[in-house]
C-alpha cells in the first residue's frame, strides 16, 4: 500500500511563491514517475507537471516557465515550486504516482489578485 501526503498550500498574493511537497511511503516511489494536477469545484481535474524516476520532466502550457517539478529519491518526496502565481492558479493541487493511481489528499492554494 501506498500513502501520500501533501503539503505546503496556502494563501498567496499574485506574483507570489509557493512550494509544494508531497511524501510518499512505499518503495515503489523510486521507480515511477510522479505528477502534479489540480481541481477546481466543479471543474474536471487537470494535470499540471510530470517527472519521470530519471528526472525528465514535463508540464502543462499553462504553467510552463513558472512551475519547476522535483524529486528527492532518498527522501520518497517530490516538490512542486510555484513561482508567479496568479489568481487562476487557486485550486486543490493533488499529487499522483503512476503506474498504481495512488492519489494524495489535496493541498488548497489560494492566489489573491
Known amino acids: 500500500q501506498v500513502h501520500l501526503l501533501e503539503s505546503g498550500g496556502g494563501l498567496v498574493q499574485a506574483g507570489g511563491s509557493l512550494r509544494l511537497s508531497c511524501e510518499a511511503s512505499?518503495?515503489?516511489?523510486?521507480?515511477?514517475?510522479m505528477g502534479w494536477y489540480r481541481q477546481a469545484p466543479g471543474n474536471q481535474r487537470e494535470w499540471v507537471a510530470t517527472?519521470?524516476?530519471?528526472?525528465?520532466?514535463t508540464y502543462a502550457d499553462s504553467v510552463k516557465g513558472r512551475f519547476t517539478i522535483s524529486r528527492d529519491n532518498a527522501e520518497n518526496t517530490v516538490y512542486l515550486q510555484m513561482n508567479s502565481l496568479k489568481a487562476e492558479d487557486t485550486d486543490v493541487y493533488y499529487c499522483?504516482?503512476?503506474?498504481?493511481?495512488?492519489w494524495g489528499q489535496g493541498t488548497q492554494v489560494t492566489v489573491s489578485s
Open positions: 499522483y504516482l503512476y503506474g498504481g493511481n495512488y
Open positions: 512505499g518503495s515503489i516511489f523510486r521507480i515511477n514517475a
Open positions: 517527472i519521470s524516476s530519471g528526472g525528465t520532466t
